[in-house]
């Protein structure tokens, strides 16, 4: 965390943000706002916890975190810990530079704190089924009624109209529809193979930001907020735009390639030294293939007909493959990258997360960034999605923990005397706990 | 346009394939003026890309070019030329924001960096994509969507545990790069109405890594359980991310399906396969019984029947009812006869002169009073020459000269 002078102005000082968002999707959108400067108040609930947002579960049990992968055990020293749901990774991920308050908002006096902090708020986010904004009493002309330039995000997975409008879906259903499953995959195996991905939460929360600054450019100009309609399949179907091309020009249904490409030749995963070790090579010209020749020590197979340009590369893939397999495992995989990007062919090893820590050129760069959180202690974080010269971003508060902020909210911004803070607490408004009956996600039972 | 959200912002796009076409051309889709600058002759080499109406070759009717430049004008300049730099100098005096995906060596080798532009518009805002960033080792190096996926840690957990990794569909991480390009030029540019501009250095290596998906989560992930594990590999019916059974992709029918499992979805899921009486055991709910082996063989044994008697559409309906996330896998065909996108408008047709009538994506997201639109193809290469060049204070002749020379 970077100890910036006080006040020091970023592109989105002097905005706020009333954060309603849950799991990944909504959540990503307010992360690069807060990291850009915004000021980005989660309205939480010690009453009610959504689905899957601080924890899969937001108990987990001790045989998950034994028995898991990293995204639903990822806790510290896969311990929960008195208060599990302020040490996820996959909350506090996104949930650095944001600030929590809670209120229970099922009922009328928490209602009206969520709507007096809209009151004095710019932007509303939330990504919730369609409908439940409205049931909570929360629709956008409720909303607006109580701050008319407000500039509002509902981002639902199918939108918030159409017959599927009601649907629940995760981000790896909308894939699902939107194609992407059946465009990716072995091309020889059987699609039940092919591991689900969430990619769709990272386009629609990436689409979000895009939205709600186009909303506030507009604002800027005219005074007028906007309520803005964001159908989470729908920001992923333009990122598969060659597919949906193809079929409208053709009617052609394209289906997955596996990691090769419509053209370049070679373009594959290759086994190197070690276990699990890979590098990715692309070749897209034939000075590219010249060049890898050169780096494999110009092989006499690599001069047989059927390698002689793009297209016959093509169409003795399979054959290409084993040659340059063979080549590949005796090989190592950052020295090969080295090798063969010296020659302009772009390569590059499968990395996974202990390579990123020990990469020299993330670690030139800055893109970790060490944060100190009271329940989780001392870590590297993912850090700014771009860097901004003349205002850079940087994680300048730590993941904010269940109810955190709740003193500034309630006194500063509110103007909450102490007796009524008090008052508050006792109610089951304000607090850093939920509810003990709360095991997995949903309401307290008392 | 009054009502488009972007009518007062002028950008000038100096970008090529994806990622940076993408972000211009969500700039231009709600709104603002976007001249893109092509080389003369040849133009964005994404025009030589398929795929093409009847497989036929025709730099003017590609798909992705078509798709990626709507509502944008074009031109070509020769930016390499003395005349080139001077009128791209004109140009940025004349822009709100510049967007370039140049490698980061050859705007500098050019007299053309942020600085030189800053001489002549102190309130530019500059977009820089580029692979890894302006700075740092790798700044140089090349890259493919395979090699982004590779590096980017999105692949290290995708494919079956004894073959090579997989990548994700089509050329999906550069277009996020693209939405996220267009967000930081947006939130640069809200930041930099006082005046004094802002550069933009966007790594489209650093997007794929800070993105949500278990690409930063993992990495949190690693640091938070101590430094020992890495992701592996999972998948097949059993294998998914979630704990639990059912959990993952099944056969149906007709086709496939994808149901969500885990502790927090069994109640749904029961719901959903008609509450059957051998599976009433709430154990069955229970982390324990969702991760036992002889529990999910019981589940799986009513699952398989009760999908291969159903087509997707109707487990997609039962999905509904019973409140559980399922989907099934849809082809593009699927995708583009499915009547919540034709009700949605989900589609747009639009003509062009060479590629015809033809359906394009359309809007990512709906604000109420600033709607997406798509009012013209992609530029044909040069199609707005004399027009911006007019704005320049060149007349015909100077243009016949110009196109003589090569340099537009």
Redesign the interface.
Known sequence: MSDRPAGR?????GIRVVDMSVV??G??TT??MAD??AEVIRVENTRFAP??TRG??LRP?D??LK????????????EAGERPYN?A??F???ARNKLSMTADYTRPEGLDIVKRLIEISDVMVENSAHGVMQRMGLGYEEVSRVKPDIVMLS?PA??N????A?????????E???????????PD???????????C???A???????V??????R??TG?G??????QV?????????????????????T?T??R????AP???Y?CQGEDR?????V?TEGQWDKLCRVMGNPSWARKPSFLNRQSRRRNQDDLDKHISDWTRGEQDYDLMIRL?AE???????????D??RD???A??G?FEGVTHAE?GT?????????????PGSIRRPPCRLGEHNPYVYKELLGVSDEEYARLEREGHIGMDYHPSIV??GRAST | MNDS??S??KVLDLTWYIAGP?CTK?LSD?GAEVVKVERPGTGDPSRQ???????RPDSEAG??F???NTNKKGITLDIKSEFGKNALKELVKRADVLVESFSPRVLPSLGLD?KDFREVNPALVMCSISN??Q????R?????????????????????PD??????????LQ??AG??????T????????DG????????L???C???????????????????K?????????R?????GCPE????CKDG???V?G???WWE?NFALLGKPPELADPVYGT??GQ?DPARQDEILSVLYPWAMERTKQEI?KA??EA??????????????K????Q??G??VEIDHPH?GR?????????????PWRMERPAPMLGEHNEEVYAGLGYGEADLARLRSEGLI
């Open positions: 102005k970023l592109p989105l000082t990944w999707a959540t990503f992360m690069a850009m400067g689905y899957g899969i579960m049990s045989s998950l028995t898991r992968g990293m995204a639903t055990a990822g806790y510290p020293d896969r040490r990774a996959m506090n991920v996104h981002m199918f939108g109209t159409g017959p599927y009601a649907r629940v879906a995760l981000g790896r259903h909308l699902c529809i939107a194609g992407h499953t059946l465009l990716r995959g072995y195996a059987d699609p039940t193979w092919t591991t689900e991905v969430y990619h939460d990272a386009a929360g990436a689409m979000g930001m895009f939205a600054m186009t909303a506030l450019h507009y800027r100009r007028k906007q309520f803005i309609d964001l159908a729908e920001t992923v179907i333009p990122q598969l735009g060659e597919a949906v091309m193809d079929y409208a020009m053709n009617e052609r249904v394209q997955t596996g990691n490409h419509p053209f370049a373009c594959g995963m086994p890979w590098i990715a090579i692309t897209y990007q302009g062919v772009p390569a590059g090893p499968l990395m996974d997360e202990r990123c820590y020299p050129h993330i030139e760069r893109f989780c870590h590297l974080y993912p850090g700014m999605l771009w860097k901004q010269h003349r205002m997995i996600h | 959200a972007l007062d912002i993408y969500l709600y890309l398929g795929p093409f109406p009847e497989d798909g992705l078509l798709h990626l942020y890894f960033g700075t740092g080792p790798y140089d190096y090349r890259l493919s969507e395979l090699v982004l996926n590779a590096m980017g840690t999105c692949m290290k957990m995708v494919g079956q073959r090579e990794p997989l990548k994700l569909g089509g050329s999906i277009y996020q939405v996220l390009a267009a967000s930081a947006m939130i640069a540019l809200y930041g930099a109405m004094q501009g802002e550069h933009v250095d966007l790594s290596f650093e997007t890594l800070g993105s949500i998906d278990r690409r930063a989560p993992y990495l949190l992930a690693h640091q938070y359980t101590g430094q594990e890495v992701t592996q590999r999972v998948g097949g019916g294998g998914g991310i979630m704990a993952g992709i099944y056969p496939y399906f994808d969500a885990g502790v927090a749904k982390p324990d991760m997609s999905a509904e409140r559980a996330a399922a989907a099934p896998l849809y082809s593009t065909e699927d995708l583009l499915d009547p919540h996108f009700e949605r989900s589609f590629a033809l359906r394009y994506p359309g809007a990512p997201f709906r604000p109420a009073l600033t």
